[in-house]
């Protein structure tokens, strides 16, 4: 039946159509809230023994309360809920890695395999951490702070939820490091960038830290010293991973030498089409642009010609009908002779 259940995985090379990336994505949400439901029946079986584990880092004369007659069960949920997430957070990475695998070749698959195996690593460090040494001492600092001037109470939500989001900040504060050899990985930083920018580096670990949610200079303390220790391990460990990278950089390299040369050839026949094309227009113009200076001095001739001989001609003919003009004119009458008796 599990089997039946379980979504057909795409291979690296394989299209599907938009109605199977759909049917894969719902049966993946499928198994993520069948994987919950009874993580969280369980969690919520024991949300006493939870909610006692998270009062640990509490002094001994401190207690929750609430106010409310809901809060304790709305209290109880909650924290159930996040241990249930957490519990089957292997689960939940593992179906949304095996929808978005196809998407990348087999190379890229495994060394995302191995980051995603450091970085649960890494944030179960910085929870574990976080709750052994960031809780406790920031805690009994911000409970005794004028502890004389107020009765401290502390509400059991607004308690749950400040040790919970110190928890998650805390683990993914620990992610540093595979975030630096990320971005060292495709070129965007490198080891000569990190060492030599190092204060600033340093800079930005500290604004870091104070952007987390404890206030309190012991916390905050106990926060930079980690983080310093993180970014200077992610360094060394660029400065590794680098070099070995850049022993596999030549094949990489030449592949792509590979693939432009190809474009190149490909771009290159065009070129010559469109040189020749453009070398013979402009000979057949200059060609074509001889014949009408020889057409040219032809008219000249003819019209130099016609010229000298249109004047003679005129010249005849417009003589003529002056002798015409002379010999046709009518004659003055006579005058009348005087008739004197």
Known sequence: MFRRLAPRRLGTDEEATVVEHLTELRHR?????????????????????????LKRPL???????????LEPFT????????????????????QVW??????????????????????????????????????????K???????????????????????????????????????????????????DRLRRNRKIGYALMVGFAVLLPTVDPVSLLFETIPLLILFEASIWLARVMEKRWNRNLPDEDAADDQDDADDTDD???????????????????????????????????DETGIDDDVPEDDTDDADVPEDDAITDAPDEPEAPEDETP
């Open 29 to 53: 949400l499928l198994i993520a809230i069948a994987a919950i439901i009874p993580a969280f029946l369980l969690t919520f079986a024991f949300h006493t023994t939870l909610i006692e584990w």
């Open 141 to 191: 600092f911000l409970t005794s702070f004028d502890d004389t001037v107020y009765n401290v109470q502390l509400r059991a939500s607004y308690y749950l939820s400040f040790t919970s989001l110190v928890l998650l900040a805390s683990g993914l504060a620990f992610e540093m490091p595979i975030f630096i050899l990320a971005l060292v990985r495709i070129r965007v930083l490198s080891y």
């Open 75 to 94: 209290t109880a949920v909650k924290v159930s809920m996040l241990a249930a997430v957490a519990i089957v957070l292997p689960i939940l990475i593992w």
């Open 98 to 139: 095996g929808f978005l695998a196809p998407a990348v070749d087999q190379a890229t698959q495994r060394v995302l395999r191995v980051f995603i195996v450091i970085a649960t690593l890494l944030f179960a460090t910085g929870v574990t951490f976080a709750y052994f040494v960031v809780l406790p001492a920031a805690i």
């Open 59 to 69: 002094p001994p004369d401190k207690t929750l309360v609430t106010l409310g007659v």
């Open 267 to 301: 771009t290159d026949a065009p070129e010559d089409d469109e040189t020749g094309i453009d070398d013979d227009v402009p000979e057949d113009d200059a060609d074509d642009a001889d014949v009408p200076e020889d057409d040219t001095d032809v008219p000249e001739d």
